[in-house]
């Protein structure tokens, strides 16, 4: 184990200190692809008006240069917020014990593309990747309300307890 703590009045105490090797607990970037194109649903926060975050589940896809993709209604309170503040976090993990668990973190900023062809197409993708039911003609409606996110990744935290 890495490190325990325990709760006491509300705080974490803790007992062991983190190993100084945090690059020996980092997934490699197989891995990390790996972790990508196997995982449905993304993590993701955007900062509110307020300086919170504000975090949401998201379908996306991973195009050719492997940066992940999403649309979403340009009235949303995300697109809102990216508008705003283009910084944008992303997390995703794996594993249900403890020794399987590995993830990461990715920062950067958000590219928003009202593009309406390159709309079509990501919800065509991920269309595809969930095996949803909406048709083409649908996709077209609501592609005129929505707008592709892009995720210019700036830099990634990852980690894999299994290593330990």
Known sequence: MLCQYNIIDSKLIFRKKMPRDKKKYTLDDEKKIKLLEESRIINLAT?????????????????????????????SQKIINLKRDKRIVIMLE?????????????????????????????????TEKYKTKRDRQDIAKQANKRVNVKIKVKKIVSWDIGKS
């Open 94 to 126: 794996s594993g249900t014990q403890y020794e399987e668990l590995h993830g990461l973190v990715m920062e950067g900023e958000a590219e928003i593309s009202t593009d309406k062809e390159l709309v079509i197409t990501i919800m065509n993708q991920i």
């Open 47 to 75: 900062i509110n008006k307020n300086g919170l975050p504000h975090l949401v589940p998201m379908w996306f896809i991973l195009d050719a240069n492997n940066e992940i993709n999403f649309t979403s209604y340009h009235k």
